[in-house]
């Protein structure tokens, strides 16, 4: 449960410090929610440097830190067709952690060790975190 | 003739250029191959013009750019057809994308029996084609290794012929097939990466002047998931 911005940052610093080289975050969440937050924590932990921006347009963005982060936004994908065009699985090969914005739109594409992370909005604008892995 | 063949689509990155004078016999091939993570296709441009520079070539002397047509990794097809058409738009050099399929099974169709190249396709699939003394007996296939066995075994009819595994992923397919009672062979040069057979088949197409349109992208050989669940469910 997280009642602000930055306890939901707090929670991804949590999540970031669990890491290991070749893991899978995927993020769902509505509009809103504090996905890209949730990242930015995740990044900070992974001691990233560079500023994290949501790249809704650009889908991956990569970042240098003690892991390579590769942060994907899927907002604009359309299918899971589209998704496995995309070509992401190049990228869980690589000794870095791949976190996926909006992953429901992949479908069922994503790798079965997929760390699954969903934020709702709680009556009182808190936000309800919770996780297929015991990570945060 | 100058040529130069970039093979971006899989972890074996290599790069091959061709040098011939015209009025003589001698040619030469240099090649670049590197087996690691597909990450390496970073260093591809500054080894391109390391492999010219090394072989005396002035990058705008190319004539013909020779990249991998598919299938593959997405990411790798896609930055070695960007590649190959950044080179053809600063040399006016013609552009040939050929199967990466057809590049891994060239350097073995003197072989007797079947010439399998397999690339993992991911999703416990492969990219594969089958080949018999270099004619190709199939289209390029997304296949799962149960069904590249049926395949196999009926293209072999009644005769058992030796089937050669070939490609960067032919051990791991072999593992799959492991219980299978096909005549199965491992190809161990193939991890050496395929430029140079690209390079040669290019030169073919190049002989019959068969190009590739400058708008074309590469063949991913992936159906969609809906296919591919009606494909399951059979």
Redesign the interface.
Known sequence: MCATPSQTFQAGERIGRSLAPGDVVAITGPLGAGKTVLVKGIAASLSVTDPVTSPTFTLIAEYDGRLPLFHVDLYRIG???EF????L??YY??DGVTVIEWSDRA???LPERTISVTIEIGQEGNRVLSCSHDVI | MIALSIDTATEVASIALYLSKTGSRREETVTWSRDGRLRHVEQLMPTVSWLCASAEVAPADIELVVCSGGPGSFTGLRIGVATAKGVVAASNAHLIAVSTLDALAEPYAPFHGLVVPVIDARKRRYYSAVYRRGEKLTRDLDIAPGDLEEQLRQLQGRKSEPVYLAGPHAAAALAALENSDLSLHFLSGSRSGAAAAQLRLGLDAYARGEFTAEDAGPTYVRGSDAEMAVRRSK
């Open positions: 299918s899971s067709l496995d065009l995309l070509g699985d190049d090969d690589e479908g069922s594409s």
